[in-house]
């Protein structure tokens, strides 16, 4: 079956580390997302790509790395400047020209301790 | 500027109520409407979603919104509340001048009591 998967579900890190969470997606899908989710904060957007080798940030990238190497693969780099980083992280795809919302990933829960 | 506003964090029904979840839009330009539903430690599955036509969508597992212009809203509802219908619910909206880019807001957490 097609759909999104995050790889760990659960991630825990030592602080000052880099961290990188995988994505992947097999419904051909062009356009990927990365969300940050909070408590009482609903989903803030990181970063997005609409096609291969091409990304753009969203309204909290600070902190954050990625890149598209692949139409199949987003993954994200939670990097040592991000100054919290313990969230929940949702990864989405869209296919392009027509737009019926977004298939999400089952998330991956990260903790810096 | 927030573009989707979903009024209250948590909202409570017994099992066979009505569930109403608020959600307005700020917008000058018609916009495209999401309901989503989040489970426990789970990504994010589309209930229904307002694009064109029809105003009152029907969506999955019985739930129903309708886009009303004039208020500027798209509440969910559903007529009588089940036990597995407790989870996190967001309201989403794209406008057209953003692209594929999705805004959702802050969530409810609905709770269904026996």
């Known amino acids: 079956d097609g759909g999104i998967t995050q790889s760990p579900k659960y991630l825990f890190r030592k602080e000052g580390q880099n961290v990188t969470l995988s994505c992947e997606q097999n419904?051909?899908?062009?356009?990927m997302y990365w969300y940050r989710q909070d408590p009482g904060q609903g989903l803030r957007l990181i970063y997005y790509s609409q096609i291969v080798n091409d990304f753009q940030k969203g309204d909290i990238a600070e902190g954050y790395s990625v890149s598209r190497e692949k139409k199949e693969s987003f993954p994200l780099t939670v990097t040592s400047a991000q100054k919290n980083p313990t969230a929940f992280y949702l990864c989405?795809?869209?296919?392009?020209?027509?737009?019926?919302?977004?298939?999400f990933g089952s998330g991956t829960r990260l903790t810096v301790v | 500027a927030q573009s989707v506003t979903q009024l209250g964090s948590h909202v409570s029904v017994s099992e066979g109520a009505l569930v109403l979840l608020r959600c307005n839009y700020s917008s000058s330009v018609p916009p495209y409407l999401f309901w989503y539903v989040q489970y426990p430690n789970q990504g994010l599955q589309l209930l229904l979603k307002?694009?064109?036509?029809?105003?009152l969508v029907k969506g999955i597992n019985g739930f129903e919104a309708e886009f009303k212009k004039s208020e500027t809203s798209f509440h969910l509802t559903k007529p009588s509340a089940h036990m597995s219908d407790a989870a996190e619910y967001f309201c989403?909206?794209?406008?057209?001048?953003?692209?594929?880019?999705?805004?959702f807001g802050e969530g409810t957490q609905l709770t269904v009591n026996p």
């Open positions: 419904l051909n899908h062009d356009a």
């Open positions: 989403a909206v794209k406008k057209e001048t953003s692209g594929s880019r999705l805004t």
């Open positions: 307002y694009t064109t036509g029809a105003t």
């Open positions: 989405a795809s869209r296919k392009d020209r027509a737009f019926y919302g977004y298939t």
